[in-house]
Structure formats: C-alpha cells, structure tokens
C-alpha cells in the first residue's frame, strides 16, 4: 500500500479549479467543475473525486470535451426540455440541466430534462442534492461507454449507468442513494490500482468469464473490451445478477430513447474510421417539487421516519450500527473537512504532471 498524505479540502479544490481553467474552461465553469469533483472527494468516492481530474485532463488533451460549454435546446415545454450538450464540460452540463429541471418543477411540481451529447459528469449523486437543497426530491441518470457484461455473457455492452435519488429529511442529512448497476466501477479499479490492491473476486471477468483480481490487468483488458463488469447480483442468476443488467438496460433507455441518443458501442468514443471523438453520453434528469404534493415540513418528517425507523431494526449479531443512504457520506464529509483529502503516492505523482505540464504554480508544498 502507498503512503498517504491529507492535503486541505481548499488547497484540492483551488487547485483542480486552477488546472481546467489552464485547460481553457472559463472561471465559472472551472468552479462548477471543481465543486462537482471535491463533492465527490468529501463524500468518501475517490474514484470521482481529484482522482478522475487526469482523466479529464486527457480527454480535454485529446479534444474529447469542448472546454467552453455552450448548450442549445432542442425542444422545450412548460415541464419538459430537450438539450443538446454539444460536448461540452459534462459537470456544466449536467449541473444547468438540473438547474432547469428545478425552475419548471418549482413553477409546475416536475420538471424533467434530456440531454445528448453530454460528456462525463462526476458523481451522479450531486445533481438530485442540488434538488434536495432547495426542498424537492431528485433523480439523475446516465448511460456510459459499454463496461458491463449482460446476464450470460462476458462481452461489455453497457455503461455502469448509475441511478441517484434524493430526497430531504428532517435529519442532519438527506437520503441520497447514488450507485453504479455494476457491483464496481471502473473509478473503483482505477483507486484499487493506485493503491496496489486486488479487485475483489465477482466484480469482473475476463473474455472467458474468469474472476480477473488484478487492477492493472484488468484497465488493460477493458481498453480491448477482453474484460467486463458484473451487474449488481453478479454473474448468471442465482443471485438475480439479470436485476443489476436490467436497471442498466433502464438507464440506456432513459438516457438515450427521450434525447434521441445514441447508446452501447456508439460510446466508446470513436469514430467508424477509428478516429477518437466525443462520448456523446446521453443524460436524464427529474425535480419534484414536494409543496405541489404534500406541504414540505411533512415529507422531511415522513421521510425521517423512514430512515429512523430502518436505523433502529433489529441488528445482525455483532454489528453495531445500520446505515441509510447518504449517512457514511455525511459523515465523511465532516472528518474529510477536518483531516483533508486523502492522497497517495501514485495520486500525487498523477497531479505533479498535471501541475507541471500546465506550468500552474503554488502547489509545490503539496504535490
């Protein structure tokens, strides 16, 4: 395992600001950028926090992602919108879409939104918080380059389309449910490598539908489509693995079949004569505007009870605590705050060259 060192949550944040603006993406637009990554970082999932900034480095290098996010709307109702993203900054994207969504959900009760041509945009979970915070409840889905393999077989088909939800509560912290419909992700390979640890066995295989544990490996392999994600459950059916590839098949369809998108092998981000290109992810975003059901005050408290009440079931000898969706992020954000942000040796060496390279000065003390 390699050495760790806690850099401060500003000093991350100002930093991966620094670097997109250094890339070109306007001040406004680099800070939307950054507070989507350090979010990530705050609630504990390193695999999209300072960790992915190289990740977007590169694409940006390669003219994957328009530095300058200029979004044009395709079609438009009083509670709906259609949106072209046009390749530019995902974060951006995604979050002016939210933003949309809740303008039509506060003035209608819902506000939904589509986007094509989307590009990467952090967690998934940031967007329905943003609805959260200003009193709605949020859903946010995304397809993504083919990673997982379907039921039965070992070729990837589909992206780790995550699924968020959130909702507020009358707790310290809203329920905020934000996961991928593969048991791992490829962030997650990407941490375990830089950390110089095995994939568990049963989050992926390779062509012959063999456990494959070595990150490294594995990277290489998804590069040649030689290896796969397992969905949610697994492989085959015995433990209903057919339930995580079929909430994935749910993401592809809402994310590409409303914005008229394309999906699966389209997104692996090159072109018919081979050539890279962008992405072209497809987006789907929902606000629900609770005082147009029930007044809010009432929905936190039924909302609360809900999580309480699965709080205090009875407990599995020797475990002393349940969790709800949202509370290790709440509370990792607290101490994240305090000690700073975790990095490694490997994830320092990566920030050195995006620092060096970009000639951005004053992190010298850090990385």
């Not at 379907?150 to 995550?162: I, R």
């Not at 999906?263 to 505007?289: C, E, V």
Request: hydrophobic share 40%.
């Amino acid at each position: 395992m390699t050495e760790i060192t806690h850099i401060p949550i500003d000093t991350i944040a100002n930093f991966m600001k620094d670097t997109f603006q250094a890339l070109g993406v306007p001040e406004d637009e680099a800070a939307i950028c950054a507070d989507v990554l350090i979010m990530a970082d705050l609630r504990g999932i390193e695999s999209h926090g300072v960790g992915r900034l190289k990740y977007y480095y590169d694409r940006i290098k390669r003219g994957q992602h328009r530095t300058t996010t200029e979004i044009k709307i395709i079609k438009e109702t009083e509670t709906t919108a259609l949106l072209d993203g046009q390749h530019g900054m995902g974060h951006v994207i995604a979050y002016r879409a939210m933003h949309m969504a809740m303008d039509k959900a506060q003035q209608y009760g819902l506000g939904a939104v589509a986007v094509r041509n989307g590009t990467h945009f952090g967690i998934a979970g940031y967007y329905p918080l943003m609805a959260a915070r200003a009193g709605m409840m949020g859903l946010t889905v995304t397809n993504a380059r083919p990673a997982i393999a379907p039921t039965f077989s070992t070729e990837p088909m589909l992206g780790t389309n995550p699924i968020a939800f959130a909702a507020p509560s009358d707790g310290p912290h809203p329920f905020c449910f934000d996961g991928a419909t593969s048991i791992i992700q490829r962030g997650k390979v990407e941490v375990l490598s830089r950390a110089e640890k095995p994939i568990p066995a049963g989050c992926v295989i390779d062509a012959e539908g063999e456990p494959l544990t070595d990150p490294d490996q594995a990277l290489e392999d998804f590069g040649k489509a030689t290896a796969a994600l397992l969905p949610l459950g697994g492989a085959g059916e015995e433990l209903a693995g057919y339930k995580g590839y079929d909430l994935a098949t749910m993401v592809e369809i809402l994310s590409a079949s409303l914005c008229a998108g394309v999906f699966m092998k389209d997104l692996l981000g090159f072109a018919p004569d081979g050539s890279q290109r962008p992405y072209m992810l497809g987006h789907f975003f929902l606000a629900i505007d609770i005082e147009h059901f029930i007044p809010l005050a009432v929905s936190r408290f039924i909302t609360g009870q809900i999580m309480r009440a699965l709080q205090e079931a009875r407990k599995a000898p020797g475990e002393e605590r349940i969790y709800v969706a949202g509370e290790k992020e709440y509370e990792n954000e607290q101490r994240i705050r305090k000690q700073g942000v975790p990095v490694n040796a490997n994830l320092r060496q990566e920030l050195q060259t995006v620092r060096d390279e970009l000639n951005i000065p004053g992190y010298q003390d850090y990385f």
